[in-house]
């Protein structure tokens, strides 16, 4: 038992500064690098006018507002079970010994938390926060932009990167940060360039990483299912699909999908303060 803590505990702890690092640290410093180093070279390589500039320095701003913003709301997002019930003429049934309270329908207890969520889809490791029935559209929506924000960083720098080497020396750039032996079949130096190559190849396997994880949520949240039910083959809510959409993104879906911080309040039926 007292191992278990321990673990949990270290978990805890391990989770707290990965998703410090992911918040204050990766996330700008990925849009800070891209802005003051890829940009001057881009705009050599495509010999950008001011209005091509101006619309990719808006488009960049854009994604990357809402990659933070969504990802502050997903962590901000309070999605405790309420001590009083959501809906107080329902009758609620499981009920939670750590937290003291009767469960609604779709909410768990989480270890890591310590806390039973409202709905909850699963604990995400990442951001060292549940994801559930009030934050999940923030969730969602983190993953589509940083998605976009990947395939669009990725594709320009392709040409930033390319644009330092013989197209035969790319090729091994880009094979030798995977096998290091393969530098001995170039006589090319190891440099600053290499980095990059390095960048570029974490992008792609992110994108790749991003875009897998956003197809299961997208799937799970237009079956009306939580990643807990689909782990668990529980398929008891064969709701429409656009019922399903505005129980994760609300009323105002249309706003919520382009702007985080645009209110969009949930339908308010008693879909989730019923018992299981
Ligand atoms: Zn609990
Ligand atoms: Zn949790």
Redesign the pocket.
Known sequence: MKQNKKLLLCRYIFEKVMAFGLIFLLTPGYYIFHMTIVRPYLIKIFKMGTAMHVFHVFLSLFIFINVCGNMFLALLTDNRVPRMSLCQNEKFGRY?V??K?EQPRKSF?CETCG??ILRRDHHCFFFSRCIGLNNQRYYIMYLTYISIGLIYSTYYDYFFVSSMYDSYDFIIALLRVFNPLVSFISTEPVGIRDLYVLFFDLNVIFIFWATTVLWFHVKNMMMGITAYEHKKIIRSDMTKWNENLLNVFGKRWYWAVLWPFVESPLPRSNNFSRID
Do not use: P
Request: glycine content about 0%; overall charge neutral; hydrophobic content about 30%.
């Open positions: 939670c750590c937290c309270l207890h806390v039973c």
